[in-house]
Nanobody, 124 residues
Framework: QVQLVESGGGLVQAGGSLRLSCTASGRTFSRYVMGWFRQAPGKERDFVAAISWNGANTYYADSVKGRFTISRDNAKTTVYLQMNSLKPEDTAIYYC?????????????????WGQGTQVTVSS
C-alpha cells in the first residue's frame, strides 16, 4: 500500500511559478512510475507528466512541454512538479499517482494509487 500526499498548490498570477510536491509512504517508492494529472471543473482528468522509477525518462502533455518539469528524489520518496509560465488554463486540482506497471505512463487507469489532490489557481 502506498499513500500519497500532495502539497504546494495555491493562487498565482499568470506567468508565475509554483512547485508541487508529492510525498509517498512506504519503502517501495523507487519501484513506481510517478505521474501528475489534473482535473479542471467540469472537465475530465488529464495527464500532465510522468517520470520513470529512476528518473531517466520523463513524459509530458503537449500543453505543458517547456513550462513544467517533473523530477523525483527516491531517498525522500517525493516527486515534484515545477510549473513555470503558468496560464489561467492550468487552473485545476493536481493529483499525483503511482504506477507499478509502467504500461502507459499517460493513462490514468494504469495507476494504482492516487493522492487527494492540491488546488492550483492561476489568475489572469
Amino acid at each position: 500500500q502506498v499513500q500519497l500526499v500532495e502539497s504546494g498548490g495555491g493562487l498565482v498570477q499568470a506567468g508565475g511559478s509554483l512547485r508541487l510536491s508529492c510525498t509517498a509512504s512506504g519503502r517501495t517508492f523507487s519501484r513506481y512510475v510517478m505521474g501528475w494529472f489534473r482535473q479542471a471543473p467540469g472537465k475530465e482528468r488529464d495527464f500532465v507528466a510522468a517520470i520513470s522509477w529512476n528518473g531517466a525518462n520523463t513524459y509530458y502533455a503537449d500543453s505543458v512541454k517547456g513550462r513544467f518539469t517533473i523530477s523525483r528524489d527516491n531517498a525522500k520518496t517525493t516527486v515534484y512538479l515545477q510549473m513555470n509560465s503558468l496560464k489561467p488554463e492550468d487552473t485545476a486540482i493536481y493529483y499525483c499517482a503511482a504506477d507499478s506497471t509502467f504500461t502507459a505512463p499517460s493513462v490514468g487507469e494504469w495507476y494504482d494509487y492516487w493522492g487527494q489532490g492540491t488546488q492550483v489557481t492561476v489568475s489572469s
